[in-house]
């Protein structure tokens, strides 16, 4: 389903690209074909928008499209004839949809001047779809446009990648995630957490209204606690809070991220009191820790997580490692 059609925001959200489509436009060196590759969330279909908008638009001023004239109205309303979409049918894009575009294409059109194609998830064209596509793309036609979305570009045919030009995708900022999280119900604390845990919207909503990683955050914020009164606290809280969350690698290797932002956190804080939190609503005993510990202590603690990461990967019990890590955290030991 395609997305309504809105340029708004986009030029603080991918400046890059957005200035690389505006000088590509203001030169008139516009290319028989582009690929936008960025991962979910980035803002694939408002950066193509903005292309196609600032391509057709007669009354841009600064290389931005006015979205008032007739042109920028019609696109709007997605009522323009130049102008083709086209999405996976099912799992695939098949070859008898490109077969149709490619006609489409062909035509004489009603509408005078350059017509564009857009290809949504370029990725899921199949061998057969990709073939067809490259015959097309081999032989340009200099009023004919296509701009391929993807966040996978490694997935097309490499012939396909070497007859587009390339505008890649920024990852989304932290800052402009967490308020679209926020935007969307997520408590401000959760959304600081998992917006360092993904830069993809749908990724970090899918974790913040997740129980286990719920379970997982509280349950790292009641470790650090216990960590800071004793061994014995933080051994015993392993026990009681940390079973299910050890089952799996996959929520094992979170739980680890989870704390070694925390520590992060009582870094920052040390070194900046008004530090941008991963646990907001943690910072009043984050600054506790800080004023105990020496950033030579920290950094080591910080090691020394990262070590527990190595040696999950190693297939270590899961358990016992969190029960090192614990020892480790307070004793200053590494992993023998």
Same mark, same amino acid.
């Given at each position: 389903m395609e997305e309504e059609w809105s340029i708004q925001g986009i030029e603080k959200i991918q400046p890059t690209a957005i200035k690389q489509i505006q000088s590509i436009v203001a030169k008139n060196r516009i290319g028989h074909a582009y690929i936008i590759e960025g991962a979910n969330g980035t803002g694939k279909t408002k950066v193509m928008q903005f292309f196609v908008q600032l391509m057709f638009c #007669?009354?841009?001023? #600064?290389?931005?499209?006015?979205?008032?004239? *007739?042109?920028?109205? *019609?696109?709007?309303?997605?009522?323009? &004839?130049?102008?083709?979409? &086209?999405?996976?049918?099912?799992?695939?894009?098949?070859?008898?949809?490109?077969?149709?575009?490619?006609?489409? $294409?062909?035509?004489?059109?009603?509408? *005078?001047?350059?017509?564009?194609?857009?290809?949504?998830?370029?990725?899921r064209l199949n061998t057969s779809s990709s073939n067809t596509l490259l015959k097309f793309l081999e032989e340009p036609q200099s009023e004919i446009t296509a701009i391929l979305l993807t966040d996978k570009m490694h997935a097309l045919l490499p012939t396909i990648r070497s007859r587009c030009q390339h505008i890649g995708l920024a990852t989304m900022p932290q800052g402009v995630l967490k308020k679209k999280l926020m935007e969307e119900g997520i408590t401000d604390s959760m959304a600081s957490t998992v917006s360092r845990m993904t830069n993809q919207v749908e990724e970090a909503l899918i974790l913040a209204k997740d129980e286990q990683f719920g379970l997982a955050r509280k349950s790292v914020i009641k470790l650090v606690e216990a960590s800071e009164k004793s061994v014995q606290d933080a051994l015993m809280c392993i026990h009681e809070d940390f079973g299910p969350l050890l089952k799996e690698k996959e929520s094992a290797e979170q739980v680890l991220d989870l704390l @070694?932002?925390?520590? *992060?956190?009582?870094?920052?804080?040390?070194?900046?009191? @008004?530090?941008?939190?991963?646990?907001?609503? $943690?910072?009043?005993?984050?600054?506790?820790?800080?004023?105990?510990?020496?950033?030579?202590? @920290?950094?080591?603690? &910080? #090691?020394?997580?990262?070590?527990?990461?190595?040696?999950?990967?190693?297939?270590?019990?899961?358990?016992? $490692?969190?029960?090192? &890590?614990?020892?480790?955290?307070?004793e200053g030991y590494s992993f023998v």
């Amino acid at each position: 389903m395609e997305e309504e059609w809105s340029i708004q925001g986009i030029e603080k959200i991918q400046p890059t690209a957005i200035k690389q489509i505006q000088s590509i436009v203001a030169k008139n060196r516009i290319g028989h074909a582009y690929i936008i590759e960025g991962a979910n969330g980035t803002g694939k279909t408002k950066v193509m928008q903005f292309f196609v908008q600032l391509m057709f638009c #007669e009354n841009s001023t #600064e290389n931005v499209p006015c979205e008032t004239c *007739r042109n920028c109205k *019609r696109l709007k309303s997605s009522n323009h &004839l130049n102008i083709t979409q &086209l999405e996976p049918d099912g799992q695939n894009i098949k070859r008898n949809q490109i077969d149709e575009l490619i006609h489409e $294409m062909s035509k004489t059109s009603i509408e *005078r001047g350059r017509k564009v194609y857009v290809i949504h998830e370029a990725d899921r064209l199949n061998t057969s779809s990709s073939n067809t596509l490259l015959k097309f793309l081999e032989e340009p036609q200099s009023e004919i446009t296509a701009i391929l979305l993807t966040d996978k570009m490694h997935a097309l045919l490499p012939t396909i990648r070497s007859r587009c030009q390339h505008i890649g995708l920024a990852t989304m900022p932290q800052g402009v995630l967490k308020k679209k999280l926020m935007e969307e119900g997520i408590t401000d604390s959760m959304a600081s957490t998992v917006s360092r845990m993904t830069n993809q919207v749908e990724e970090a909503l899918i974790l913040a209204k997740d129980e286990q990683f719920g379970l997982a955050r509280k349950s790292v914020i009641k470790l650090v606690e216990a960590s800071e009164k004793s061994v014995q606290d933080a051994l015993m809280c392993i026990h009681e809070d940390f079973g299910p969350l050890l089952k799996e690698k996959e929520s094992a290797e979170q739980v680890l991220d989870l704390l @070694l932002f925390a520590y *992060r956190d009582i870094v920052a804080i040390k070194a900046t009191p @008004l530090a941008v939190c991963t646990y907001p609503d $943690m910072i009043s005993f984050w600054k506790q820790i800080a004023l105990q510990k020496t950033y030579e202590q @920290l950094s080591k603690q &910080l #090691e020394l997580i990262l070590d527990a990461k190595q040696n999950l990967h190693r297939n270590m019990n899961r358990t016992l $490692m969190m029960e090192q &890590l614990m020892l480790n955290l307070q004793e200053g030991y590494s992993f023998v």
